[in-house]
């Protein structure tokens, strides 16, 4: 059975940190692109950012208002992605998953991220 489990998230006040873990179980991870997404009250999910598998040359991507904060990165031999995140800001407030690029599974239950003074 497939899961993914997202965690790490909490409160944090601008210009903070928060590094978050997603397990991934059920399948190959390695073998897959993983991303990022999120999604805040009242908005539709978006992709945060996404790494490809090594055999497609681990590619890193990111969405243009986290370039320069945020990094993913993964850890093929404990089929998880983490995604750490600096400087953080009020608009970054929202619940964190993580999925393949294609969204081939279920979601979990995410982790939240809230940013607030």
């Known amino acids: 059975q497939v899961q993914l489990v997202e965690s790490g998230g909490g409160l944090v006040q601008p210009g903070g940190s928060l590094t978050l873990s997603c397990a991934a179980s059920?399948?190959?991870?390695?073998?897959?692109?993983m991303a990022w997404y999120r999604r805040a009250t009242g908005k539709e999910r978006e992709l945060v950012a996404q790494?490809?598998?090594?055999?497609?040359?681990?590619?890193?991507g990111y969405r243009q208002s986290v370039l320069g904060r945020f990094t993913i990165a993964r850890d093929n031999s404990e089929n998880t992605v983490y995604l750490r995140m600096t400087n953080l800001k009020p608009e970054d407030t929202a619940e964190y998953h993580c999925?393949?690029?294609?969204?081939?599974?279920?979601w979990g239950q995410g982790t939240q991220v809230t940013v607030s003074s």
């Open positions: 999925n393949t690029i294609n969204e081939s599974y279920q």
């Open positions: 059920g399948f190959a991870g390695s073998t897959e692109t």
């Open positions: 790494i490809t598998c090594a055999r497609s040359g681990g590619g890193i």
